[in-house]
């Protein structure tokens, strides 16, 4: 397996711009989540989902931000308007139920607003 | 709400050096433990796992224990080698819930 697939790695945007992050989990993982990494708050849940549903999307800072798994090999991430504070390491990361696997990461997309 | 601490957050140790890096929890009641491996502009990759009925897990030159009462876990990482600079996490959940993370120690091993 190729492992969990992130695009872009990198992401240059101007404020106001509408930015969509995109992830392909590892093959038959039920469970998929977005994290936000910075310096200053380390590594943060945005949202994750279960079988293609939203479980709990609390760590969503604001509206501006939405994400979607229309099926199991697919799920995106988007920001709309972008602001510079939204500037991070966005990483997507997949596993097989809560029991004893391991969560499995993608190489994450750096992402930068002017 | 869970919350994971690790200290130091940095640290800088000669190559051959055995070090031990800290994680602490402030919710005991955690289903798993997991030590996690971050190297610069890459993901995390998943070292050591350890659930809450173990007390440790070895790999390698690694090894990682667990105190659930105390709310503590270590990682002791045996002969350092420069290849072992990287950022470490510690990350733990409880039931069916998602990992909750420390901010990491930064390890540099010098040659």
């Known amino acids: 397996d190729a492992g969990v697939i992130q695009s872009p790695r990198h992401e240059v945007t101007e404020m106001g711009q509408e930015v969509t992050l995109r992830c392909k989990p590892i093959s038959g993982h039920d469970y998929l989540f977005w994290y936000r990494q910075t310096m200053m708050r380390g590594l943060e849940l945005l949202i994750y989902?279960?079988?293609?549903?939203?479980?709990?999307d609390s760590g969503m800072p604001e509206d501006r931000f939405s994400a979607k798994m229309p099926n199991a090999s697919f799920s995106t991430l988007k920001i709309q308007p972008s602001e510079p504070r939204d500037s991070a390491v966005y990483f997507c990361?997949?596993?097989?139920?809560?029991?004893?696997?391991?969560?499995?990461f993608g190489p994450g997309t750096r992402l930068t607003v002017l | 709400k869970q919350e994971v601490t690790q200290i130091p957050a940095a640290l800088s140790v000669p190559e051959g050096e055995n070090l031990v890096l800290n994680c602490s929890f402030t919710d005991s009641a955690i289903y798993n433990l997991q030590w996690f491996r971050q190297d610069p502009g890459k993901g995390l990759t998943s070292l050591l796992l350890i659930q809450s009925s173990q007390r440790e897990q070895t790999s390698g030159r690694l090894n990682a224990s667990l105190d659930k009462s105390s709310g503590r876990s270590t990682l002791y990482i045996a002969a350092s080698q420069p290849g072992d600079s990287a950022t470490y996490l510690c990350?733990?959940?409880?039931?069916?819930?998602?990992?909750?993370f420390g901010k990491g120690t930064r390890l540099s091993v010098i040659a």
């Open positions: 990350a733990v959940n409880k039931g069916n819930t998602p990992l909750v």
């Open positions: 989902f279960n079988n293609n549903v939203p479980i709990d």
């Open positions: 990361a997949s596993r097989l139920g809560f029991s004893t696997d391991t969560q499995y």
